[in-house]
């Protein structure tokens, strides 16, 4: 999929480079992986356990001699360190995703979310890796309800989840003071796209959706279905990972950055889209709001494309049809 695009400054030779990435198996991770061995790079190492993720996301690259997948889990801080040496860049995306589970299951998400990512970043700092790339979310934001959302104003957190990834933004801040780590948090909005899980009680909206249009199952809509979302494909977030990994602009490094498209949709309307590229998808089925979500999600993306140069390209129509032609 990433053949055809370079996000990398063209002075960079990812031959030269050891990647880690955690979360490999996962949607974005394995997004990852895919475009650093597309360019060459000398070695890309995957880390995870497979709670979430599956060895088929990777599969294309098995026989590929500069990628290997660890199934192993982040929390092991010793196992982190050994798998560090050697390493010049990390990409941490392992992680609970979804904010009802960490309502259901809130010490498991900070297990994951909270330890797991101490122990990564402790793990680098030891490695003296160039530098650590993590994803946070939009969910820091909470009950701030100015839209559009600027990285220094959030809100009263509303899920455990959210406290999980400002706790990971507070460790990255005093880490890049304390140590002087080189470390960059990019806060995700809604990032669909192929590989994305359409199964499990947590699935996100977009897969949940063209699963239910393939299949002709009945599609249920929380709440009126006239909330708003920065819905932002897989291949935008690719494009900020790997700017944020090799920018060389002052002050990249121990912030955060909104990672979006900088335009909401309802998802009512998104649906309709996926219901135009599809020909086909039932009347929705409006039940009850969930909790911990927020009405309105936009973001402003302007410090990721004045620091970063990030411009998300693939806008939301192109990514609904390109991920509804992925799902078979
Ligand atoms: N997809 C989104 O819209 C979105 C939005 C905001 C933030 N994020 C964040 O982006 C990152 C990637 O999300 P994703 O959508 O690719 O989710 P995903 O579930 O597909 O990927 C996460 C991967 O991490 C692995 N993992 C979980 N806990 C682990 C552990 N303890 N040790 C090792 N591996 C573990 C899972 O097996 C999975 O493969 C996560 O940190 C998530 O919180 C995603």
Redesign the pocket.
């Known amino acids: 999929m990433y053949e055809h695009v370079r996000f990398h400054p063209e002075e960079i030779d990812l031959s030269n480079y050891r990647f880690l990435i955690?979360?490999?198996?996962?949607?974005?991770?394995?997004h990852l992986v895919e475009y650093l061995l597309n360019h060459g790079a000398a070695q890309v190492v995957g880390?995870?356990?497979?709670?979430?993720?599956?060895e088929s996301?990777l599969s294309h690259f098995s026989g590929n001699p500069a990628f290997k997948l660890v199934i192993?889990?982040?929390?092991d801080e010793e196992q982190m360190k050994s798998l560090m040496q050697g390493i010049d860049f990390v990409s941490?995306?392992?992680?609970?995703?979804s904010v009802p589970r960490s309502i259901q299951t809130p010490t498991a998400t900070n297990?994951?979310?909270v330890s797991?990512f101490l122990s990564v970043l402790n793990a680098a700092r030891e490695a003296q890796v160039r530098r650590m790339v993590?994803?946070?979310?939009?969910?820091v934001y909470g009950d701030q309800p100015t839209l559009p959302k600027v990285e220094e104003i959030t809100g009263r957190l509303l899920s455990p989840?959210a406290v999980s990834?400002m706790v990971n933004e507070l460790y990255a801040d005093v880490f890049h003071r304390t140590y002087n780590m080189e470390v960059v948090g990019l806060?995700?909005?809604?990032?669909?796209g192929p590989?994305?899980?359409p199964d499990g009680p947590y699935a996100?909206v977009i897969p949940l959706f063209i699963d239910a249009i393939r299949n002709q199952k009945p599609v249920y809509i929380n709440g009126d279905g006239l909330q708003t979302r920065d819905f932002?494909f897989v291949e935008n977030a690719v494009q900020a990972n790997i700017k944020a990994l090799f920018s060389s602009e002052n002050g990249v490094c121990g912030r955060v950055f909104n990672i979006a498209v900088g335009e909401r949709a309802t998802v009512l309307d998104m649906y309709n889209s996926l219901r135009e590229i599809a020909g086909a998808g039932l009347d929705p089925i409006h039940r009850d709001n969930r909790e911990g979500d927020i009405r309105d999600s936009l973001a402003d993306i302007s410090a990721a494309q004045k620091l970063l140069g990030y411009n998300p390209t693939v806008k939301l129509n192109e990514g609904l049809r390109r991920t509804f032609e992925s799902f078979v």
């Open positions: 955690t979360g490999a198996a996962g949607f974005i991770g394995s880390v995870d356990n497979l709670c979430e993720g599956r996301n192993a889990d982040v929390c941490h995306q392992a992680a609970l995703g297990k994951a979310n797991g993590y994803a946070s979310s939009s969910s989840y990834k806060r995700y909005f809604n990032i669909f590989r994305q899980k996100a932002t």
